[in-house]
């Protein structure tokens, strides 16, 4: 069995305002100028010799530690590779301690925060309506105004 549905209109006797309290979080950008300290280190290409020298002690010392053709071989480009290195190191550490220019600089910083506040928000109506001479409430999401559209279903019961 099927039933038949029509639309009809109500007068709206009530409307209130439904609302509710949120809890907002609003990020807002802080932002602020900071003076930093800029260590500089001029380039000193000039100390080769400790690099050269450590080299080639590294080159003799692995030369040295190395048994058979190629073992003396790998071991002297290994000890090579570390002479280098530490001679590297050392002139730079050298240059880096004597030669640092202390250097300012202003640079901008800047944080989110976030804000925190309650908001009272519409969230929709509550409706009363006299429908047939019988009281109905319903919440809708709107203001339905002075009248309420229904849509009315009827169907026969056996």
């Avoid at 439904?18 to 979080?25: F, T």
């Avoid at 929709?124 to 019988?134: A, F, K, R, S």
Wanted: include cysteine; aromatic fraction near 8%.
């Amino acid at each position: 069995m099927s039933g038949q549905t029509t639309y009809e209109y109500a007068d709206v006797i009530e409307t209130r305002p439904v609302s509710q309290i949120v809890e907002i979080s609003e990020p807002m950008e802080q932002c602020w100028e900071e003076e930093v300290v800029i260590d500089r280190y001029p380039s000193r290409s000039g100390f080769r010799t400790p690099v050269l020298v450590s080299t080639i002690i590294g080159g003799a010392l692995g030369n040295a530690v190395g048994n058979g053709k190629s073992n003396k071989r790998i071991s002297a480009v290994v000890g090579a590779m570390l002479g280098h290195s530490i001679g590297r190191d050392i002139v730079t550490d050298r240059n880096r301690s004597r030669n640092a220019v202390r250097d300012y600089e202003t640079v901008q910083r800047c944080e989110t925060a976030y804000e925190q506040f309650e908001e009272e928000r519409l969230v929709g109506y509550q409706v009363t309506y006299l429908y047939n001479g019988e009281e109905y409430s319903v919440r809708t999401d709107s203001d339905p105004g002075d009248r309420i559209r229904l849509r009315v279903s009827i169907q026969p019961v056996n």
